[in-house]
């Protein structure tokens, strides 16, 4: 769904870090929302740094396997990364980013579908560049996440994907949610078994915490991977941390 007004306030401070870092936007954007969006942006900065000094992580940016690294995109003319985080409106900020890519001729960010903004490939990312790149990028960069209350995203993916009838939707509850209802469900109806569409919460749920190899592959699936799985944010310092509130 397009929040747009959820990302106005983020975008500013985007627009800013851009022009901060050369660009020529002739964006009207005025102090004081700069200012404040600005200092609710360090607070982030803060409340991570502290959070990350409790439950420092168990491993350092060299030993993370390279695809570790794929969420994160590149756009290396603004000297930016944004680390993108499903069902957190990436749709959205990738639009944008295909648009600061120069992937995009239109000015209208919303006539880019979804599937073209999740084409793979369309960007290069972190997990494709050599390692003097990375730091190099790493250090020099903004760095970009927009963040959403976990329970929030988590009960969206599942609204999305297994309750949903959506092409995606079919495919999530048709590869994942006929597994979950195999592994949770009493006495499931066949047609249950054979779908995979009437996965409760409370199974879906349960199946988050289904540690076991088997479940592995689905279990981790990036809708709904905690972010600092997608991110690594006590090893990347994130420069703008957004937020997605949905009122
Ligand atoms: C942008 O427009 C030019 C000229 O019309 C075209 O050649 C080019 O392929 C377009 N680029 C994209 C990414 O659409
Ligand atoms: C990036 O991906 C391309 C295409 O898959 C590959 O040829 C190249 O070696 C990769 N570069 C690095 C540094 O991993
Ligand atoms: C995890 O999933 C496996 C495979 O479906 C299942 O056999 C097992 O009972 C589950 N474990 C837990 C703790 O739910
Ligand atoms: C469910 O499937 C089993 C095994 O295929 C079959 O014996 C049973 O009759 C089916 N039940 C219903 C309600 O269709």
């Known amino acids: 769904m397009l929040k747009m007004g959820v990302l106005k306030v983020e975008l500013v401070l985007l627009l800013n870090l851009l022009l901060v870092s050369g660009d020529v936007y002739n964006n009207e954007v005025s102090e004081h929302s700069l200012e404040l969006t600005q200092s609710l942006n360090l607070a982030r900065q803060e409340l991570i740094q502290e959070t990350c000094r409790h439950f420092p992580p168990k491993y350092g940016l060299d030993e993370l396997p390279p695809s570790q690294l794929e969420h994160i995109l590149i756009n290396e003319e603004h000297k930016l990364l944004y680390c993108y ?101 009493e006495n499931p109806s066949n047609e249950s078994l054979e779908y995979g569409r009437d996965v409760t919460f409370k199974e879906f749920a349960l199946f988050l915490t289904n540690r076991s190899e088997e479940m592995a592959d689905v279990v981790n699936n990036e809708h709904w991977q905690p972010i600092t799985n997608l991110c690594h944010p006590c090893l990347i310092k994130y420069t703008l941390v957004g937020k997605s509130y949905f009122s």
Not at 128 to 135: I, L, Q, T
Request: charged letters at 25%.
């Open 85 to 185: 985080v499903p069902k957190v409106a990436c749709t959205n900020w990738k639009r944008i980013f295909m648009m600061l890519s120069g992937k995009w001729n239109g000015t209208d960010v919303l006539s880019i579908t979804a599937s073209i903004a999740h084409t793979p490939g369309m960007f290069r990312d972190l997990s494709n560049v050599s390692k003097a790149e990375r730091d190099y990028m790493l250090e020099n960069y903004n760095k970009m996440i927009i963040v959403r209350n976990p329970f929030e995203r988590l009960l969206s993916a599942f609204r999305n994907k297994l309750e949903g009838d959506t092409l995606s939707a079919r495919y999530f509850q048709d590869r994942i949610g006929r597994r979950i209802i195999k592994a949770y469900r």
